[in-house]
């Protein structure tokens, strides 16, 4: 569960565009692509042979592609398709929406204003924007802390709540922690409104898009833009975790104005912007940035493990140091696409992709060989192996989870596997997949509304030799839903005392909107609130409550309207579900 986080048209460049088919697999090259298909590279035919394959083994419905250098476009590039069931085709000029790489437009307009004067980027936001509902008792929170997600404030999609008394609150100094934060990018849009006088989406066009000549991009997505936006897809169940194979169902329109998430974009227009960052600023017919205002945004201000070991965050993009090459970088989640951005500063090569389903991953893997096979091609060097595709079904330390689990009640799940894993319930097994870490996803319709969700002993890695440090400590309990259960290693409690409050708290919550996360299952497991038995709560008022992942959390969790022993509304860093009362 995440609640931190939610047609086939032809223009004139398509029409001339060819189309190659091998099998079922469809390419076509835009008319904007140096080569054509007729005579592809060899390096553009490694690439195609991957995307293949990625789309297959990802379940990818369609993928757009486009690639740059400081001097021009490479080769912009559809596979596969808008609509797989009317067979209708991907074309280049179709918008896929670009979610939150829209963030690096952001930091670029606001370092503009900067050098022109009329944004001190480390002065408080408040005194730009007083209405702002947050309450920043930690420290004042600047630009430069909402540009770095270091502001210490909650991750809610839309700043605005639903109740005018809502504040959203500090949970640590800005600076100290990197904490992704959407609400803040929505945040830095009204301020640019503010200094600019114009909406974000009408400063965005005139300062970027119209410069770089971006003229099929579009800045705020609305259903005038459908006709002219690739379909999309989503998950078939939207309660519960996506297996890799899982069906798919066609997505409702989006209108979407947040500077967290805004554009939608075409592959070929996604190459200009390209060329401008890896020119560090400067487009072919406009300079965006100085080369100092660039440095800004390059620069890794704040480590960002949720990008990677080695990364950290600038501006609105992410900073990480490769073979001794600088690589920006940045990915962008929507309710039904899925965006990478991926450039190698001192190769000069960059490339944006896109699918056109929101399935949990981004398509890094196709943008980052890109950039590695045209940085191998320019420097004379053979083509570099391509990225191992991802099988969730192959869990290589699928001992660890081996064994008998047990619940109070009775109630016992055997997990079986070597290099893959089952779960065996009633004497039927059934296969899991890995969604992350020790997180596993059933395939079986009956098992897949909740994750299974394994802990492991608690570390005393620091009385340990340095050998022994590296190892994980034991899987000892396993959550599935509102069960729990432990194995033979388990040694700590089993007897947990449960507020009887809490029982008024628990059942299903919805929420309107398309973003993963419109549905919460409230159990207690272990004496404590759990959402989908995988986010443990950590209660800090009367109603009132916090995720005990990434401490100290600074996203809420309250309870309202509690009524015939029933909570009738539940908010999440202030947006509303509502107890569903399903069979």
Not at 26 to 41: D, F, G, R, W, Y
Not at 328 to 333: K, V
Not at 547 to 561: G, K, L, Q
């Amino acid at each position: 569960m995440s609640f931190t986080s939610r047609r086939s048209f032809l223009s004139t460049a398509a029409r001339s565009a060819a189309a190659v088919t091998a099998g079922s697999f469809l390419v076509i090259e835009s008319a904007e692509s140096q080569t054509t298909a007729a005579a592809k590279s060899s390096t553009d035919q490694v690439l195609d042979q991957f995307v293949e394959s990625y789309m297959k083994a990802m379940n990818s419905p369609g993928l757009t592609l486009g690639t740059a250098n400081r001097a021009e476009t490479v080769r912009v590039t559809s596979y596969g398709f808008s609509n797989p069931g009317r067979k209708l085709a991907v074309q280049p000029d179709m918008l896929f929406h670009i979610g939150s790489i829209t963030k690096s437009f952001v930091a670029l307009v606001l370092l503009q204003l900067h050098e022109e004067g009329k944004l001190d980027l480390h002065k408080p936001v408040l005194d730009y924007l007083p209405w702002l509902p947050i309450v920043t008792t930690y420290g004042p929170v600047s630009a430069h802390d909402l540009l770095t997600h270091s502001s210490g404030l909650p991750n809610p999609l839309q700043l605005i709540p639903s109740d005018p008394s809502t504040r959203y609150r500090q949970a640590w100094k800005p600076g100290e922690r990197f904490y992704y934060c959407n609400m803040g990018f929505d945040i830095l849009g009204n301020l640019i409104e503010v200094l600019d006088g114009r909406t974000w989406p009408a400063a965005l066009k005139a300062r970027i898009l119209d410069p770089l000549g971006m003229s099929a991009t579009a800045p705020v997505i609305t259903n005038g833009i459908r006709p002219r936006t690739t379909e999309s897809w989503v998950p078939y169940f939207e309660d519960r975790p996506y297996p890799r194979m899982g069906r798919l169902a066609a997505a409702a329109n989006l209108q979407l104005d947040n500077a967290a998430g805004s554009i939608a974009s075409t592959p070929g227009n996604m190459t200009l912007y390209v060329q401008m960052l890896l020119n560090r600023g400067q487009g072919a017919k406009a300079k965006i940035v100085s080369p100092d205002s660039f440095a800004q945004m390059s620069k890794p201000w704040i480590k960002a493990a949720e990008f990677g070991p080695n990364a950290s965050y600038g501006y609105g993009i992410a900073v990480e140091t490769v073979d001794g090459h600088t690589v920006l970088r940045h990915t962008g989640g929507m309710a039904s696409f899925m965006s990478a951005l991926y450039l190698d500063l001192d190769a000069g090569a960059g490339a944006f992709s896109s699918i056109n389903a929101q399935q949990g991953y981004r398509p890094t893997p196709v943008s980052q060989y890109a950039v590695q096979l045209m940085a191998a091609s320019t420097a004379g060097k053979a083509a570099p192996k391509a990225p191992e595709i991802s099988d969730p079904t192959v869990i290589k330390n699928g001992a660890d989870y081996a064994g008998t689990y047990s619940s109070a009640d009775g109630k016992t799940i055997e997990i079986a596997g070597d290099n893959s894993l089952a779960a065996v319930i009633n004497g039927q097994r059934i296969a899991l997949q890995r969604t992350s870490g020790d997180h596993f996803t059933a395939v079986d319709p009956q098992l897949s509304r909740f994750l299974f969700v394994f802990g492991r002993a608690k570390s005393e890695a620091a009385n340990k030799p340095e050998a022994e440090k590296k190892q994980q400590p034991p899987v000892v309990e396993l959550v599935h839903g509102n069960g729990w259960y432990t194995n033979s290693r388990y040694t700590g409690p089993k007897d947990f005392t449960v507020p009887p409050e809490y029982a008024a708290l628990t059942g299903t919550y919805l929420a309107a909107g398309g973003f993963e996360g419109s549905q919460a299952e409230i159990f207690v497991i272990k004496g404590q609130l759990c959402a989908d038995g995988e986010t443990f709560l950590e209660r800090i008022g009367e109603y009132e409550f916090r995720p005990t992942d990434d401490a100290p959390n600074p996203e809420r969790v309250e309870f309202h309207f509690i009524a015939t022993g029933k909570a009738r509304l539940m908010k999440w860093s202030g947006a509303d579900l509502f107890r569903f009362e399903g069979e």
